[in-house]
């Protein structure tokens, strides 16, 4: 009775340094696909344990799938805690924030203020603002300091 070849275990036992490095680029492809940072990490291993296998080429496939899953682990957990959040962090960008993309806008009063309230004119548009410390008059340019609903908070310029 002839041994059945398994065509898994011959597709492993077959890995070299090019169908590592193949396997690495499939993946990074992948993963500007998808934008993740969870397959550059195995993307990574595979590319380093094709250079490993490009500098031994002794190393026993069952070697190189250790070292493989081993890497992608490391790598992975690695990027999470460390890389991602530098990546992921930051300012929150103000594109589609209107509000907070008027704070320190220099806007101009429409009327006089009175008791600390009057109108400003942003752009084409009329807002409501308050003032804490003093009044404005009519013409006069001013900051806004803050956006607390529909009101902008300002101060003289």
């Known amino acids: 009775m002839e041994s059945e070849t398994n065509t898994f275990i011959a597709m ?7 169908r590592w490095t193949i396997l690495g680029v499939v993946l990074f492809g992948a993963e500007m696909l998808t934008g993740t940072t969870y397959i550059l990490w195995p993307a990574a291993a595979a590319i380093l344990v094709g250079l490993l296998t490009f500098l031994a080429p002794g190393v026993s496939w069952e070697l190189q799938f250790i070292l493989f899953f081993a890497l992608s682990t490391a790598l992975l957990v690695f990027g999470h805690y460390f890389i991602r959040p530098k990546v992921k962090g930051g300012e929150p960008s103000d594109l589609n924030d209107r509000a907070r993309a008027m704070v320190g806008a220099r806007v101009k009063a429409v009327n006089n203020f009175d008791t600390g309230r009057g109108r400003v004119q942003v752009g084409d548009t009329q807002w409501a603002a308050a003032m804490e410390d ?3 008059s009519k013409g006069d340019e001013l900051r806004v300091t803050a956006v607390k609903g529909a009101t902008l908070w300002v101060e003289k310029a």
């Open 12 to 18: 492993l036992e077959s890995m070299d340094a090019t």
């Open 134 to 136: 003093g009044n404005a």
